[in-house]
């Protein structure tokens, strides 16, 4: 398992890094809550719809595991395309959780921020993104590189409108 954290929290601050923008999560007690159907939804042939709503889920929970801990970055680039994580996407990042192999990070490597997975080959540990275009980033010594956190959550809006309206307004 590798570990390095770097991060300075200052409570309701948006933290820079050069080109990249952590905005700050804050934590609330009021739930977000949405209908959750009792059915799955085929992604082939259409299939009739239960209209039984079963619960309504808090999306709080299902968003921010550590709500204290849980930033918003923006995606610039596209070096995790075949990751679906693509420019413009919000990336849900926790940096309470500790990064192991396999898992999306936000890293800082000589100073530059980057969002890549963290795997571990044969004893060597590597940032490798998700394009074949991009080359993988040896880690030859971990104290070179800050991991801020663990990727949770993309946000990848479908139909254009308010996630790109809503970032526009922060430019």
Known sequence: MLVTRNIVDTPNRVHYMRNVELIRVTPTQTPFLLPLFNCRIP???PSPASDHVDEL???NRLLLRHPDATYLVRVSGESMRDAEIHEGDLLGVDKQMEADHGHIVVAVVEGECTVKRLVCEHGTWWLKPENPDYQPWEIVDAG???IWGVVTHVLHE???????ALLRTRD
């Not at 479908?158 to 790109?164: F, Q, R």
């Open 43 to 45: 992604a082939g042939f």
């Open 144 to 146: 070179a590189i800050k």
């Open 57 to 59: 889920f808090d999306l």
């Open 158 to 164: 479908i139909v254009p409108g308010k996630l790109a």
